[in-house]
């Protein structure tokens, strides 16, 4: 008896010194947990709070959105903790940007008793880990994955736009603003990402009169050397180059075609977010690059003024789009939890039918939209946005 009265006061005081977080004013940098690891992130002062799990690549290659997506939702929960009321718990895993050890850390996330998914940040991830929750009906909403099959189960929805809608608005957009007539495409064939916003773009490229003089494919096998892609938009005439790609490639491709004396306008849509921040890249080349992306941390309005101020405080750098995708994410989950009536002490199969009417029935002024809807498909509603990159920030276009 003795030992089991110790053993409970150990835990009371363990549970104690847990409930001292930081507050929102001053939110503690977030942890990525070990694989297998249950570390709740930000633990309810209630001790009821609803799981929250979260998965992205934190390593890799592709950290940089995983990063910023892992620490603008921890800034949104450890803020809505610091209300009171409804109480999040926030467990975010590595995946690498892989679609197996997404699965992995997806089981981990369901060991630890996961009841909302928060993720996958990167789309060939999510397209994985969707099949799982849909099989397990956890309800999913991703902050950035923009394949369509995304969503495509009824228990998924997103906050960035589709991969097909960035693929039309940005033609639109360069049709529209006379950008540019003839247009060479650079794409990862081997990435769902890029090949639908590149499918898309082709199709609203010929209907809007733009010429695609160049189409030109990379893999994930072969994506160093852009040579031969560069050089072929470079005999086409291209005056435009769209990359519906991610960073670092759009760095490689940038540098080489500087090296070959190759100077168009480049475009690209939100996987370019991060450009400037691309390790040993001459920044300088990324002078006039434009990018459909719904933020940037050079906004002017107060709601973003005051994001940017509370996430450099807490992880000493400006927030990107997917940190903004992020916090919309939590906070849009946040809407729906109280729409619904959702307590933590539902199982995850009744919360996400809960939330799957909730979210057609809520609005969230956000950070990457204002008056976000969300249709039946998952799909969000809101306004586009393009910047250009200008002295190594992004500037309203």
């Known amino acids: 008896m003795k030992k089991f009265l110790c053993l409970a006061l150990a835990l009371v005081l363990a549970l104690s010194l847990a409930a001292c977080g930081g507050s929102a004013s001053s939110a503690p940098a977030a942890s990525t947990p070990a694989a297998g690891s249950t570390d709740a992130g930000t633990p309810s002062a209630s001790g009821s709070a609803i799981k929250i799990g979260g998965i ?33 718990e926030f467990n975010f895993q590595d995946d690498e940007h892989d679609a197996e050890k997404a699965i992995n850390a997806y ?4 060991d630890w008793g996961m009841q909302v998914l928060m993720g996958t940040v990167t789309s060939t991830p999510c397209i994985a880990v969707v099949a799982e929750s849909s099989a397990d009906n956890i309800f999913q909403l991703t902050p950035s994955g923009s394949a369509e099959d995304c969503i495509a189960p009824d228990n998924a929805f997103r906050v960035c736009f ?20 003839k247009v060479a495409v650079i794409y990862d064939s081997s990435d769902a990402y890029s090949v639908g916003i590149h499918d898309a773009f082709v199709a609203e490229a010929k209907v809007k009169g733009l010429e695609i003089v160049a189409d030109e494919a990379f893999t994930a096998d072969n994506k160093t050397d852009f040579t031969v892609q560069v050089q072929k938009a470079k005999d086409a005439g291209a005056e435009l180059v769209f990359l519906p790609i991610y960073y670092n490639e759009a760095s490689l491709i940038l540098t080489q075609a500087d090296k070959s004396g190759y100077k168009p306008l480049f ?10 921040a691309v390790e040993n890249f001459d920044t300088a080349l990324a002078e006039g690059v434009m990018l459909m992306t719904p933020f940037t941390a050079a906004g002017t309005d107060e709601k973003t003024a ?12 400006d927030p990107n789009q997917f940190a903004a995708d992020a916090y919309d994410a939590i906070y849009a989950i946040k809407a729906a939890i109280e729409k619904a009536g959702v307590t933590a002490e539902m199982s995850a199969s009744d919360i996400c039918d809960a939330l799957k009417g909730a979210f057609t029935q809520i609005t969230v ?33």
Do not use: R
Request: aromatic fraction near 8%.
């Open 56 to 88: 992205g690549p934190v390593t890799g290659g592709a950290a940089v959105y995983g990063i910023a997506v892992q620490n603008g939702a921890q800034l949104a929960v450890d803020e809505i903790n610091a209300m009171g009321g409804i109480q999040f």
């Open 107 to 110: 089981n981990n996330l369901k």
């Open 162 to 181: 589709s991969d097909p809608e960035q693929g039309t608005l940005s033609a639109d957009y360069i049709a529209g603003n006379s950008l540019a007539a």
């Open 267 to 276: 475009f690209g849509c939100d996987g370019l977010d991060g450009l400037v």
């Open 306 to 317: 005051t994001f940017v101020k509370n996430f450099k405080a807490a992880y000493g750098e």
């Open 365 to 397: 002024d956000g950070l990457t939209g204002s008056g976000i809807t969300w249709d039946a498909k998952g799909a969000p509603t809101k306004t586009p946005a393009v910047y250009v990159i200008k002295d190594g920030v992004y500037v309203a276009a």
